[in-house]
């Protein structure tokens, strides 16, 4: 069986687009951090400014900055044609998942019901899930 050296249509547009959009959270995040942005409290999510609630938050930095990462490495990888695009979007994929499915558990549990940051967590555990149905089914 010979590997499957393109990503399938769709595949990179996602990977790119999650990957940016959590890139860009965590740059808003780091310049909050440093005192050279001010986010308004309403947009942010419940606890935001307590110490307890925002170790949590930043707490899937690493999560968070993995699965981008990877992302945009194995749609580089696919570019080039390299095999190895595969496992690599695979682990993004199953970080993804793992990231909006852990912050979707943490605020079912606290009872926190706000769209705002329910809806960008539940497209993450959807595009994931989508793609690594497919890339597990499919010839590799």
């Known amino acids: 069986m010979v590997a ?11 990977l790119r687009v999650l990957d940016a959009s959590m890139l860009f959270y ?12 001010q986010l308004p409290q309403e ?3 419940a606890g935001y400014g307590t110490g307890q609630v925002d ?6 930095a690493p999560l968070d900055l993995a699965f981008a990462l990877t992302g945009l490495l194995a749609v580089r990888m696919a570019r ?5 695009w595969r496992p690599v979007a695979l682990i993004s994929l ?16 606290t009872g926190d019901f706000d769209p705002a940051w329910w809806l960008p967590n539940l497209a993450l555990i959807g595009a994931a899930l989508w ?7 499919s010839r590799g």
Do not use: E, H, K, Q
């Not at 499957?4 to 996602?14: A, I």
């Not at 080039?80 to 190895?84: A, F, G, H, I």
């Not at 199953?94 to 549990?109: E, K, N």
């Open 4 to 14: 499957d050296l393109t990503m399938p249509r769709g595949l990179p547009l996602t």
């Open 26 to 37: 965590w740059g808003i995040a780091i310049l909050a951090c440093a005192g050279l942005l």
């Open 43 to 45: 947009m942010m999510y």
């Open 55 to 60: 170790a949590w938050n930043w707490s899937f």
């Open 80 to 84: 080039r044609s390299d095999p190895r």
């Open 94 to 109: 199953a970080l993804t998942f793992c990231a909006g499915l852990m912050a979707i558990s943490y605020w079912a549990l």
């Open 131 to 137: 793609w690594l149905v497919r890339l597990v089914g």
